[in-house]
């Protein structure tokens, strides 16, 4: 089964203000979701997913990450990136999961951003105006809290019982006047000297 895209959303948001204080760089958030039908619907308990992730999962990876890129003005401006999907009532989590969990769907944000880091993520099950939640974090450095940051939206008529949404996100900037420090301090006043954390 082809992709069958339904409707394509984006969601953009700048944070100038935080905590009544102004932001020294203005934190940007970005978000591209593609409504898909769900190609495992009406089909029972389908053992084998592969088929459908090899034809699906790379067609929605260059979409979507094409979709975040033009709204972040290229790879290069991204700082923390993440990945989410919803499927409807009637799917399980599992083929949420399918179409994201794959390196024919993340290797396209990865590459694109030059990212180092892993995709982090949610796969959930939700019903029309379910709320997406999407963890980012920073693409070279999991241990960079400063871009431990999340992005939420819903769409209002989606997914329907037959869909998924496939969302990926990326941020320009990390949380204004971050001021918790980072892993590796906790880890040094833990008497642990590790310097890297690859996730």
Known sequence: MSLELQK???FSETTFIEGGKTAGFPLQLHTAAAIVKNP????????DLKPEI??????????????VLALTGGGEAVEAYGKAAMVGTHGEVEHASALIHTLRFGNFFRNAVGAKSYLSFTNVRSGPGGTLVIPLMDKHDAGRRSHYLTTQFAVPDAPAH??????????????????????????????????????
């Open 8 to 10: 394509l959303v984006k």
């Open 40 to 47: 495992w619907f009406g089909r029972g308990f389908v053992e």
């Open 54 to 67: 090899q034809e699906i999962a790379p067609a929605l990876g260059k979409l979507l990450t094409d979709e």
């Open 162 to 199: 037959d869909e998924i949404i496939v969302a990926l996100a990326a941020s320009i900037g990390g949380r204004p006047h971050h001021r918790i420090g980072d892993r590796y301090q906790d880890l040094k006043d833990l008497g642990d000297n590790t310097t890297t954390l690859d996730g």
